[in-house]
């Protein structure tokens, strides 16, 4: 595979996230059904199925654009917190390849640090809070480790796949300290995040895609 990513796969890694949230809506309802108001499964499918509608018009587009117009159909369609969020986290990281037609590794890194810090800055949350942070900064920091080591863009996706897994596992036993589930306080023990479950599943997208595994 090559060390470089496409625009091409970066539109194909957005219907798949659609295609694969859609199967997956009733999981992760179930998970939000336990500690939230129970709709992050309805809201991340239809909030994917309003990405992958602006996808065809977006073909001559850069990628910035791509990740800034899927942000805003996000925010646009989603409510509740996984709305503004994931969208928050696409449109900031746009600014990050702005004009780029594909995409180096380090080029990954530099767009997730950007998302990641617009989530931080949104849901003024930090690891350990039992979010979808728990997922996504362990998977940046394998991400970012592994290329600043020398390995090839495969096996540093693998690993960042592989941290935010370890992170959703992570958060079974949290408190929740942000959102409906904060409510619970010590009830929210013993359930898995739904935000950082999605958020694995859609950097596991990602990793398929490049790698060649993915299906359009």
């Not at 809506?25 to 199925?49: C, P, Q, S, V």
């Not at 992958?52 to 159909?73: F, H, Q, V, W």
Request: hydrophobic share 45%; charged share 20%.
């Amino acid at each position: 595979m090559s060390d470089v990513i496409t625009k091409a796969q970066v539109i194909t890694w957005l219907e798949n996230c659609a295609a694969l949230l859609e199967t997956q809506k009733a999981y992760l309802t179930e998970l939000d059904a336990a500690i939230g108001d129970g709709d992050h499964g309805l809201n991340m499918a239809r909030g994917f199925g309003k990405v992958k509608e602006k996808l065809p018009s977006m073909a001559d587009a850069s990628i910035g654009s791509i990740l800034n117009t899927s942000g805003m159909a996000l925010i646009s369609s989603v409510g509740g917190a996984s709305g503004p969020l994931y969208g928050t986290f696409f449109m900031r990281a746009s600014t990050a390849v702005q004009a780029r037609q594909e995409l180096e590794p380090m080029d990954l890194v530099k767009l997730m640090e950007q998302g990641i810090e617009g989530v931080v800055q949104r849901g003024r949350a930090e690891v350990g809070e039992k979010t979808m942070l728990d997922a996504l900064i362990p998977a940046l920091n394998a991400l970012k480790s592994q290329l600043e080591a020398g390995a090839g863009l495969s096996d540093a996706l693998d690993a960042c796949v592989a941290a935010a897994e370890a992170g959703v596992r992570s958060t079974i036993p949290l408190v929740a300290k942000k959102g409906r589930a904060s409510y619970l306080g010590e009830r929210s023990v013993g359930h898995q995040d739904p935000g950082a479950t999605s958020a694995t599943l859609i950097l596991g997208l990602l990793r398929d895609v490049v790698k060649g595994s993915g299906v359009s």
